[in-house]
């Protein structure tokens, strides 16, 4: 695995731009049915995030999509900007937004138990059904 890194990007209209600081060059796969709603897709993304800087945060909006999470948007283009639990530090930034051509290493998936049938990754990746994440959330 990659040491941590500093990665920038900004919205589609440029509105908001994002300094992301991860402690792993890592990304992960969410497949729970709210990340494939909102994104049509899993969402793939920085799940080593340790610190956020946000410019432009009078344009971002902030949906709160279950009781422990939400979800931060560009207001003026859509842009998906992260997901961020309620408590905590824990943000997951979209890969595609500060994606400037490093070498990702795709290395993990959650809710795996949701994910549908129709598609696949080849990577050798750790798997954790939506009952482990919990847990593993309540232990930290």
């Not at 946000?54 to 992260?82: K, Q």
């Amino acid at each position: 695995m990659k040491d941590g890194m500093n990665a920038r990007g900004s919205c589609l209209c440029g509105a908001v731009k994002v300094a992301v600081a991860a402690t792993k060059q890592n990304v992960g796969a969410c497949h729970c049915s709210m990340c494939r709603t909102w994104g049509g897709g899993p969402l793939l993304a920085l799940e080593s995030v340790a610190d956020v800087e946000i410019e432009g945060e009078e344009n971002v909006s902030v949906y709160a999509s279950s009781d422990w999470a939400e979800r931060g948007f560009c207001r003026r283009c859509g842009t998906h900007l992260f997901y961020r639990l309620k408590t905590g530090d824990h943000y997951a930034v979209p890969v595609g937004l500060v994606d400037g051509g490093e070498a990702w290493t795709f290395d993990s998936q959650i809710f795996i138990d949701q994910k549908p049938a129709y598609y696949h990754f080849a990577n050798e990746t750790h798997n954790m059904t939506g009952q482990e994440v919990f847990e593993a959330f309540q232990g930290s």
